[in-house]
């Protein structure tokens, strides 16, 4: 498959991809998809009847929308409706948008004109801790290598709920966070600034259809009920975190700033990147269940560029097939007791490490917790985050010729 729009093999966003977002351009705010260095105006494509099927022809008011809630909403066939109409008109050999000029200045806008912003208005945002490597290396670090795992670890996949005011798109600036803080050698708290300000890998889905309170989403359809993939950074204040987690979990040291990519990866997208997850090392209840492929191989790339740095340093690398549970079964978990899953509702995955010390996905686990200060190729040291630090996240999975990825997502402390 081939666009009539130019894309080189190593660009995130090819024909094969066409990942949606939400943009505003000449001070109106739209719905679009990405393709190489250009966003498509969805309302423009409505607007002149290019959704032809049987579904979205009925219904594009979804695309005069300045969110994907909507569209989110309607469930998997009228998203695979859209994908197959953007393909289409797109294509190398379709004259629709191809040779039609002035429909095309007015549907294609260079990404460089427009200003990303939020895709969805989130109204529940739940992050999970799925990574065994990161779970197993944090409790190493807290409570021994006697034991790492928590007892319910390997049977729940455990997560927490967030604060979705405070989630933000790419290039929002990070303030670092002020909060009860107690020392190792101090006998009370000190409200003060956070010293130990980390980054945390990881990616997050967004819900479509959703349930009804009361009801479930079953393993066997939780897939159905999954819209798309972003790029996440959970940022984490580490010595308000010790503090603060017991007994409830985290609060204010995590609801300070969550950053998310501006681009959303339909599930389709990724489809044919499905692989084998890690092996079980427990038998799970039969509501978590699930037969075949359902771990995704996307390859993660942090970098940082400090104050003193003109480009941005390798920092860590990971994947996404090194999640112990999956999207499915974090979905299906979270709605098993009849929680409501709504449409733009943001799931995050937990921090996403790998087996190697070079694939652990924040400076917690990079300098163990401070202890091996991770040096950067300037001279530079860091046990955790110092301000004017940035934090480049990017992902991508590798096609035969092609490349399906997810832009950056960054912020930079203040």
Known sequence: MKSFIEVPPSHHFPIQNLPYGCFVHGGKQ??????GEYVLNL??????????????SKATSVFQQTTLNEFMAMGK?????????????????????????????????????VKMVMPAKIGD???????KYHASNVGIMFRGKENPLLPNWLHIPVGYHGRSSSVVISGTPIKR??????????????????????????????????????????????HDHIFGMVLMND??????????????????????????????VTMDALSPFLTSGPSLEAQLLPYLKEEGKKA???????????????????????????????????????????????????????????????????????????????????GEERKFLVDGDEVIITGYCKGDGYTVGFGDCSGKIL
């Open 30 to 35: 739209a719905i679009g998809v990405a393709i």
């Open 296 to 378: 995704y191989d996307i390859h993660l790339d942090v970098s940082i560029k400090t104050a003193s740095m003109s480009h941005p340093s390798p920092l860590s690398h990971s994947n996404l097939k090194y999640m112990y549970y999956s999207v499915t079964q974090q979905l299906a978990h979270h709605a098993s007791n009849g929680c409501n899953m709504q449409p733009g509702d943001l799931c995050g995955s937990g921090t996403i490490s790998g087996p190697e010390k070079e694939e652990r996905g924040c400076l917690l686990e990079l300098s163990w917790k401070g202890s091996e200060p991770v040096k950067l190729p300037n």
């Open 235 to 264: 940022w984490s204040a580490r010595d308000i975190q010790v503090w603060e987690y017991v007994p409830l979990g985290p609060f204010l040291a995590k609801n300070f700033g969550t950053t998310i990519s501006p681009w959303i």
């Open 125 to 131: 945002y739940t992050d999970f801790y799925s990574s």
């Open 77 to 113: 066939q009228a998203w695979k409706e859209a994908r197959s109409s953007l393909q289409k008109i797109l294509s190398s050999d379709e004259p629709i948008l191809r040779d039609n000029s002035s429909l095309r200045s007015l549907a294609l806008i260079p990404i460089s004109e």
């Open 177 to 222: 966070p002020v909060g009860q803080i107690k020392a190792p050698d101090a006998s009370v708290p000190s409200f003060d600034v956070c010293k130990n300000l980390d980054f945390e890998l990881e990616m997050a889905f967004f819900v479509g259809p959703g349930n009804e309170l009361g009801e479930t989403i079953p393993i066997s359809q939780a």
């Open 43 to 56: 309302r423009v494509v409505a607007e002149n009847n290019l959704f032809d099927g049987p579904i979205l």
